[in-house]
């Protein structure tokens, strides 16, 4: 069974670089053909995807935030992380990352593992 663990800070400044990191078990983040994913949910609004990692190393990103975002992993470790800069109070949001199960030509549209979530509130 795979296993997802975010951690990170819960309260970043705005204009600082909010970073997470998810640590995963039961399964290699490198196995041939999977992929990982970061997802957050403001308050009161839908998922949003942010970014993906694949099991080789390549990464693609929300387009609506790819110039904040940046995903990179630690495989000894069996982890990814997440860094999203220049944060402002709309970050807000519970952050989770995810195993992504299914894909469409505008991203992920599946996950299934799930971490449980991490909040994160970004508030001078």
């Known amino acids: 069974q795979v296993q997802l663990q975010e951690s990170g800070p819960g309260l970043v400044k705005p204009s600082q670089t909010l970073s997470l990191t998810c640590t995963v078990s039961g399964g290699s983040i490198t196995t041939s053909y999977y992929a990982w994913s970061w997802v957050r949910q403001p308050p009161g609004k839908g998922l949003e995807w942010m970014g993906v990692?694949?099991?080789?190393?390549?990464?693609y990103y929300n387009p609506s935030l790819k110039m904040r975002t940046s995903i990179s992993r630690d495989t000894s470790k069996n982890q990814f992380s997440l860094q999203l800069s220049s944060v402002t109070p709309e970050d807000t949001a519970v952050y989770y990352c995810?195993?992504?199960?299914?894909?469409?030509?505008?991203?992920?549209?599946?996950?299934?593992?799930w971490g449980q979530g991490t909040q994160v509130t970004v508030s001078s």
């Open positions: 995810a195993r992504v199960g299914g894909w469409t030509q505008a991203g992920p549209d599946e996950f299934d593992y």
């Open positions: 990692i694949a099991y080789g190393g390549s990464t």
